[in-house]
């Protein structure tokens, strides 16, 4: 089988605060679930010192960007209140910025509400909205207004139900229509920095993933970063009769798959795993 030299292909740069981040090669976001219920990691980081422990691990380990969620968005998760995201992340951003200065932030959420504040008050980098603004109407003039990099995911319907039978005429081809919409209304409000999630194990059946794994570099088409979240998912531990806990080596496997194939930014559990995959990858084509 032969692959695509895509991940020498990538030219792109992303301007967070001022500090541009180069994607001319393939970088990691460090997922921080500071939630009681993410399907893998809920509840495991409920205080500072845990907190500021795990974002010195995967700094130390190569992670490029540090993802906040103060909710989660596991299939099935109901939403919570503005107040108590806020509750939840205000704690954690104060400690971060004052510990890590230098450490570009993600704030994953979909509230405009929240990426106003943390963008105003903290002077957080990038939001990561896994409805590209579907569940919040005001969410693009905001990022508008905001100027910040925006990454938009796609999702069928809201974490509550998105995993009702979800249903595509061509997964692919679905996908890429709805980012074409998304991009040109950003594009049209003056969003510079833009990228894109296809949203593996949001609204999608197990083969529906696999299948935009496999064409993952139709993606490519929008001359855009694309970021692919596959860490310890559903589609993967489904398939063995296993647990979240034991999908690593399947990740690392989709890890690959996904680098060949175009991806620039890897969302992730595991920093040094992730890291010793890009790395494999790289020493490939730059031998």
Known sequence: MEYKNTILENDFTINC?????????????????????????GGKYENELKIIQQVEKMIEEGADIIDIGALSSRPGAKGI????????????????????????????????????MVVNEFGVDIINDISAGNLDKKMFKTIADLQVPYIIMHMQGNPLIMQNDPYYKNVVQDIVRYFTRKVRKLRDLGVNDIIIDPGLGFGKKIEHNYQLLKHLDNFKIFKLPLLV??????FIYKLFNISSQEALNGTTVLHTLALLNGANILRVHDVKEANETIKIVNMIYTS
């Open 17 to 41: 605060n001022g500090k541009l981040l180069d994607l001319s090669k393939p970088i990691i976001m460090g997922i921080l679930n500071i939630t009681p219920d993410s399907f893998y990691d």
């Open 81 to 116: 209140s503005p107040k108590e995201e806020i509750k939840r992340l205000k704690p954690a951003l104060l400690k971060i910025k004052k510990e890590f200065k230098e450490i570009i932030i993600s704030i994953d959420t979909y509230s405009s509400e929240i990426a106003k």
């Open 229 to 234: 979240g596959i860490s310890r998912k559903s």
